[in-house]
């Protein structure tokens, strides 16, 4: 059975929170990736997507040089273990709707990232039924 040390990303970059937005953008398109794991020093405290940097933060008319990344992150960040399996890991992304889970080691520091990208091309297990949960609409409240 797969796990998450096998298919993960290592080598995660993270930002800390009291980091300007327009230093996550910058890091994001240096490392052609979508989302940085947010760190109050080594203790992870949340998740800034491109799309928080966009509709949270310059839509909302903050200014990229000024504004802070914990001014627009996500502060509910799902996470696993490396020897977690993968099916745990497809099972948690498609119950809470996300497309990436922070990888913590057992001292609870990052230690890589799995995404849906990941799942999709480096295990065998079909996700599309993950894809198809972390897709749905959320209910109207």
Do not use: F
């Not at 990344?69 to 119950?95: F, I, K, L, N, R």
């Amino acid at each position: 059975m797969a796990t998450i040390n096998d298919i993960m990303t290592r080598k995660v970059s993270v930002i800390q929170l009291t980091e300007p937005l327009q230093t996550a953008a910058q890091r994001m398109r240096d490392l052609n990736v979508g989302a940085l794991p947010v760190c109050d020093g080594e203790t992870l405290v949340g998740m800034v997507t491109d799309r928080d940097i966009a509709v949270r933060g310059v839509a909302a008319g903050l200014v990229p040089a000024e504004a802070l990344v914990s001014d627009v992150m996500t502060d509910e960040v799902h996470v696993c273990a490396p020897a977690d399996t993968v099916e745990a890991a497809m099972q948690q992304m498609g119950e809470a709707q996300v497309r990436r889970l922070a990888v913590l080691d057992s001292d609870r520091k990052v230690v890589g990232i799995v995404s849906l990208g990941d799942l999709a091309t480096r295990q065998s297990a079909p996700t599309d039924a993950t894809l198809r949960e972390i897709s749905e609409p959320d209910a109207v409240k």
